[in-house]
């Protein structure tokens, strides 16, 4: 089955500066990979997704990055704010059952 | 419209007790599913659902059941409560499959003591 790995687990960043998080994945039948963030107390939330068949996709601040040979995909955010703080997630879905597997989240603390 | 939403928002359960988590949402989406949530492990999917009377395991089914008897309700069972199963338990839903936004409920905080 489909296997997501994200990476780093933590990431601290100055306000202004950019922050990014990778994910790796083992299906190559998957075909759409969302983004979640998840403040503290709260539930997750898309933020940004791509499809298969796009190699980047933008979003104001936030851009995500697919490399399908690579079978991995990146979420970039720049200009941090203060409130970007929070838990990002990775995920992939695809193949037969189209399930939605997540990563293991990636903590990010943007310091004022 | 509510959304999804889950019942109860806490629950502390003894070894060996039985529950059903509760999952119901108002959109009329055909795909729903239970992941729960882990420090450092992310969310991992337990069950998931397509449509009515249709159901299959996710990543770490073991010690959980489901049924979907019709499309707004997807309740989870817990049969033998172990203290393993403390956890944030999420149910999502999606209008088609998990290849599009899922929408989450509040969640709840489960303790088995």
């Known amino acids: 089955g489909e296997n997501v790995e994200q990476h780093p687990s933590t990431l601290s960043v100055q306000e202004g500066d950019s922050a990014v998080i990778k994910c790796t994945y083992s299906d190559s039948a998957s075909n759409y990979f969302p983004w979640y963030k998840q403040e503290l107390g709260k539930r997750p939330q898309l933020i940004i997704d791509?499809?298969?068949?796009?190699g980047e996709k933008k979003d104001q601040r936030i851009a995500v990055t697919l490399n399908k040979t690579a079978k991995h995909f990146s979420l970039h955010i720049t200009e941090t704010q203060p409130e970007d703080s929070a838990v990002y997630f990775c995920a992939a879905s695809g193949g037969a059952t189209n399930k939605l597997i997540f990563g293991t989240g990636t903590l990010l603390a943007v310091q004022p | 419209n509510a959304g999804v939403t889950q019942t109860p928002k806490f629950q502390v359960l003894k070894t060996g007790q039985s529950m059903t988590l509760q999952c119901a949402q108002d959109?009329?989406?055909?795909?729903m599913s239970w992941y729960r949530q882990d420090p450092g492990m992310g969310l991992r999917l337990i069950h998931y659902s397509v449509g009515a009377g249709i159901t299959d395991q996710g990543e770490v089914p073991n010690g959980y059941n489901v049924s979907r008897s019709t499309t707004e309700d997807f309740p989870l069972r817990l049969l033998s409560a172990a203290p393993s199963q403390t956890s944030v338990y999420f149910c999502?839903?999606?209008?088609?499959?998990?290849?599009?936004?899922?929408?989450f409920g509040p969640g709840t905080r489960l303790t088995v003591t």
């Open positions: 999502a839903s999606s209008g088609r499959t998990g290849a599009y936004e899922q929408y």
């Open positions: 959109m009329n989406h055909e795909y």
């Open positions: 791509i499809r298969s068949n796009v």
